[in-house]
């Protein structure tokens, strides 16, 4: 099988860019066949060499290689020219003689966007003939076979007046030139098929299959839009998805049973995947499931392979004792900053709610008894055990429940009541810390 990726480098590679380049990779990686990458800059404003640059990086970053290319669409121009000759010359394409007047003149009595074999077009432009009444089939390979009557299509316009070509007809000759045998694209492209339909029936070729993947959609059912936390893949990565996560979920998004919530290594779906079986019906993007299995993969990871990675996206060193205490409680690598950022930066999080709510008279007793039995702990023995054991006797003694003793401590350190484990929070930043962040809410 030889598939290709054809983004157009308008901006960054969004999630649902990412999913027609993760199938094409499945498909050709699961067969033995060839990807190949068309970059399709014939948008001269928007293909700019960062743009171009975004999508490559993007598809690094996502572990997504290939075989042939980058092509570049443009750097092709002068093959769809030759080509769009010998259609001219075959008579399978005519040069259109309307003057602008004409145009005019047509658009006033027919209305401007009436179909019309024919129509005119401004002066020179080529349209591609189309046979009078032929069926045309598509075999697609997730919405079955559709078949189009030639008598209901205009005459495509293949060309401009100055040579160059449209986007359908340059997309069917850079497919056909590439042996290209399984077009596998988003539904958006389906009105487009059947004038590349018309291109290979003039160049007398067999077209290749199409398989054109599902519109996603949002978990309220519209159409997916940044509105439900969808997003660019380089978004994805400053958010602290992991790859292989990413693909798995995209992967899943295929099978359009949103509550299938499986781990797949990428190894088993490349063997597992089957464009046949994509759904037809809409994807739901959840973002929420997506973090869900993200936090699957990052406890999948060592210690060690966590820390790194938590290390370069913070930029901050010396996070292991911390991240070894706090991974649990994160699904995402951005997750952990504001979880546990108070261990390093100290309670800087102005969270008047929760002072208010736990360090107020009762609150500031309890914390008052607390520092007492921590205070009492010996450097060395102030560990989780040491500390689960002295709190817990505070909470007796005060006859409370834990939570109105152990609040005013997390406060007192954290600022907030989100942190890790309180018996671990207290052991890692130390006797002495710990002690002098509850005398600074004390004295507060
Ligand atoms: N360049 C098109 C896009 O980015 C894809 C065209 C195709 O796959 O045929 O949507």
């Not at 490349?270 to 406890?299: E, H, M």
């Amino acid at each position: 099988m030889r598939v290709r990726f054809a983004p157009s480098p308008t901006g960054a590679l969004h999630i649902g860019g990412a999913r027609t380049a993760l199938y094409n990779w499945f498909v050709a990686r699961g067969s033995g066949g060839t990807l190949v990458l068309r970059i399709e800059d014939t948008d001269r404003e928007r293909s700019t060499p960062e743009n171009v640059e975004q999508i490559l990086d993007a598809l690094r970053w996502l572990e997504l290689d290939y075989d042939e290319g980058p092509i570049s669409q443009v750097e092709r121009s002068s093959r769809h020219a030759e080509v769009l000759q010998q259609l001219l010359d075959q008579d399978l394409a005519y040069r259109t003689t309307a003057t602008a007047e004409d145009v005019k003149a047509y658009k006033a009595q027919h209305g401007a966007d009436k179909g019309f074999r024919g129509r005119p077009e401004a002066e020179g432009a080529v349209r591609l003939r189309v046979p009078e009444d032929e069926e045309l089939v598509v075999h697609d390979l997730i919405r079955g076979d559709t078949t189009f009557r030639t008598v209901h299509l205009d005459d495509p316009v293949i060309a401009r007046a100055d040579g160059t070509a449209l986007y359908n007809f340059a997309v069917a000759i850079d497919d056909h030139d590439a042996r290209i045998t399984h077009v596998i694209r988003g539904e958006d492209h389906l009105s487009n098929t059947p004038k590349q339909l018309l291109v290979y029936r003039a160049l007398g070729v067999d077209p290749p299959a199409f398989a054109h993947l599902p519109l996603l959609h949002g978990p309220d059912g519209k159409k997916l839009s940044k509105r439900h936390g969808a997003a660019s893949v380089q978004e994805l990565r400053a958010e602290g998805y992991l790859p292989a996560a990413i693909r798995n979920y995209l992967a899943l998004l295929g099978w359009g049973d949103a509550d299938d919530e499986t781990i797949i290594t990428t190894d088993e779906l490349v063997k597992r995947f089957d464009i046949t079986r994509v759904s037809k019906n809409p994807a739901r993007f959840d973002v929420q499931k997506l973090r869900w299995l993200n936090g699957r993969y990052l406890r999948e990871l060592s210690l060690d392979e966590l820390t790194a990675a938590l290390e370069e996206h913070t930029g901050r060193t010396g996070l292991r004792s911390v991240v070894e205490i706090s991974c649990e409680k994160i699904q995402t690598l951005a997750d952990f900053w504001p979880l546990a950022g108070f261990f390093f930066d100290g309670p800087t999080t102005t969270d008047a709610k929760a002072r208010e709510q736990w360090l107020g008279d009762d609150g500031r007793a309890a914390l008052g008894d607390a520092r007492g039995a921590l205070a009492a702990l010996p450097e060395d023995g102030f560990t989780v055990e040491e500390i689960d054991v002295a709190l817990r006797a505070v909470v007796q003694a005060r006859e409370a429940k834990p939570k109105q003793v152990f609040q005013p401590v997390r406060v007192a350190l954290a600022g907030t009541t989100v942190s890790p484990g309180i018996f671990e929070t207290l052991a890692v930043l130390g006797r002495d810390e710990s002690l002098r962040r509850i005398d600074a809410a004390l004295g507060g």
